[in-house]
Each structure stands twice: as structure tokens, then as C-alpha cells.
């Protein structure tokens, strides 16, 4: 499968994050030898440089490093881009995973593993990021409003009622479009699953739960009795409130 070519029709730009010299080197040989384009840093001051200095695409990062370690860098990522990032980690503890969905990461994968792997997320990840930027709602709605709040389509943030910004990540941007795109409709986890990581999707990932908590977080909502998302029983989710288009001539 080629891998997905940016709007120019040059190679997808990667960015690899790990102390490991080693890895680096072995990750980078392998994604140019499969259509990439890369660059490495080995901690956080060259990783903010590398990301200053060119366009980068997606960013594989290292969860343990010296330094600022790869939460913390996701985490101030997020904060200012909506930048796909695949998190690296030494162990494959649930907790350790968990936490980077939080932090923003949009897919984990924890070492050892195989760099063939590692292709399959990142062309997976780039699909999903490719699909939603172009798909959207079908139409060219640059606002979605729906109940106080409104999404910016173009700028992939939230506004909330008080017109403050709300960065998303970028699986946060694309499960919020899944619901905007189907409101009043109950979703259950394998349809999100599906609609998210198509047949990449594992039934046993717990990221769609996690996805929809920080989105209700960032919504405001109250957890024991949230009013947008709402949780079915032995059903699913549904946003239960209507949805608006407005369209920019």
C-alpha cells in the first residue's frame, strides 16, 4: 500500500523522538526505504526545533526520555496543533497507554516491536487524519453549532459559549465530527471503532471511552449527568442536540 502524499505530491514528513540513537537510526532507514520522509531528534529542544524548522507531518514519540519526556511534550503539542502523534512506549501496561490517549496522543505502540508495525499505525493514523480534513461533513461547512458550542471546521478548535478556544487533538477533532455528523443517533463502541480505525480497529481498545471522557471534559459536561454526549444504556453514546451548518461564501 503507498503510503499517503500530502497536497503537494511529495512524501509525508515524520518526525522520530527518541533518546535511543540506535531506534532513530533504524526507524528512519526504514520509513525512507518505505515512502517517508524523515527527521529524528533526540529530546525535546530538538524536537521543538525540528517541528520550528519544517512542516512535519506526524510525530513518532518516545514516551521515556531524559528531560522533558514524551507526556509532557505531547501534552505542550497539543496544547498549540492538532498534529497526529504515535506515542512510543518501553512498557505495555494499560496505565501507560491510558495516559498517553490523554495527554493527546492518537495511537500507542509499546516496545519491543516490529519497525513493519510501527508503518502500519503511521499509515493508518495519516489515513484517518487524511479522511476527516477532506470529508468532513460532506459539504463545505467551515462552523458546526451545536447547543452553546460551535466547532471550527478549518481551525479544528472549539469556541465555547463565552467564545473562548479549545484546542483539540487530532482524535479528539475526528470523534467530535463522527457525532456532529450523526446527531440524535445512538453510537455504539464497535460502530466508533469502525468508523475511527476501520479494520484497524481492535475490539478490545478502550481509547474510543477515553476519547469521548476528555471530550466531555473540554465540553464542560458533568460526568455523572453529561447533556451533549450523552451515554445509553447497553446502548452506546448520542449526541443529543442539534446541529447546525454555517457555510462561509
Not at 451533549?228 to 448520542?238: C, F, L
Request: hydrophobic share 40%; charged share 25%.
Amino acid at each position: 500500500m503507498a503510503s499517503i502524499m500530502n497536497t503537494m505530491d511529495t512524501p509525508n514528513k515524520i518526525l522520530i523522538v527518541d533518546d535511543d540513537r540506535e531506534i532513530r537510526s533504524l526507524l528512519a532507514d526504514y520509513l525512507n526505504n518505505n515512502g517517508y520522509s524523515t527527521i529524528t531528534a533526540a529530546d525535546g529542544i530538538a524536537m521543538t526545533s525540528a517541528l520550528d524548522d519544517n512542516k512535519i507531518d506526524l510525530v513518532v514519540l518516545d514516551l521515556n526520555m531524559p528531560g522533558d519526556d514524551g507526556l509532557t511534550l505531547c501534552r505542550n503539542l497539543r496544547a498549540k496543533s492538532t498534529m497526529p502523534v504515535i506515542m512510543l512506549t518501553a512498557r505495555s501496561e494499560p496505565l501507560d497507554r491510558i495516559i498517553g490517549l490523554e495527554m493527546g496522543a492518537d495511537d500507542y505502540l509499546p516496545k519491543p516491536f516490529e519497525p513493519r508495525e510501527l508503518l502500519a499505525r503511521i499509515r493508518s493514523v495519516l489515513r484517518r487524519t487524511h479522511s476527516s480534513a477532506h470529508n468532513g461533513t460532506g459539504d463545505a461547512a467551515q462552523k458546526l453549532r451545536f447547543g452553546d458550542w460551535t466547532l471550527d471546521v478549518t481551525a479544528r478548535h472549539l469556541l465555547s459559549p463565552q467564545g473562548l478556544i479549545i484546542a483539540l487533538s487530532g482524535a479528539e477533532f475526528r470523534m467530535l465530527m463522527i457525532f456532529l455528523d450523526h446527531p440524535n443517533r445512538v453510537l455504539n463502541r464497535d460502530q466508533l471503532l469502525n468508523i475511527m480505525h476501520g479494520r484497524d480497529a481492535d475490539p478490545f481498545d478502550r481509547s474510543i471511552d477515553i476519547q469521548i471522557s476528555r471530550l466531555r471534559q473540554k465540553l464542560g459536561e458533568d460526568a455523572r449527568s453529561p447533556q451533549i454526549i450523552k451515554t445509553v444504556r447497553n446502548g452506546g453514546y448520542v449526541l443529543a442536540v442539534t446541529v447546525t451548518k454555517e457555510l462561509l461564501a
